[in-house]
Nanobody, 121 residues
Framework: QVQLVESGGGLVQPGGSLRLSCTASEFTLDYYAIGWFRQAPGKEREGVSCMSSGDSTFYADSVKGRFTISRDTAKNTVYLQMSSLKPEDTAVYYC???????????????WGQGTQVTVSS
């Protein structure tokens, strides 16, 4: 079954770090553009970061300098390293895979089920 599975979410204090993982089943992530998105309660989905199949990266202004997207081909996994976390980073985080990298969320073929990140003291 083709699917994306996120993991690594949890509760962290402000200023802390988390690393989210997105692992693919039944397809090779290396051939796809990857996006990370988040949605907080009562808010619209927001693009966080995306990476093209050629590994060009893009970050939303709100996370630039704090988040890093990366890919591990051998593990068929994409990561989102999050540092200096703030309470406003609290959301459900989703990964997506598609042919074209898009911070808007359009054009992705596969979506994960999401992982909760809560930043609170």
């Amino acid at each position: 079954q083709v699917q994306l599975v996120e993991s690594g979410g949890g509760l962290v204090q402000p200023g802390g770090s988390l690393r989210l993982s997105c692992t693919a089943s039944e397809f090779t992530l290396d051939y796809y553009a990857i996006g990370w998105f988040r949605q907080a309660p009562g808010k619209e989905r927001e693009g966080v970061s995306c990476m093209s199949s050629g590994d060009s990266t893009f970050y939303a202004d709100s996370v630039k300098g704090r988040f890093t997207i990366s890919r591990d081909t051998a593990k068929n996994t994409v990561y989102l390293q999050m540092s200096s976390l703030k309470p406003e980073d609290t959301a459900v985080y989703y990964c997506a895979a598609g042919q074209w990298a898009s911070i808007s969320g359009t054009g992705y073929d596969y979506w994960g089920q999401g992982t909760q990140v809560t930043v609170s003291s």
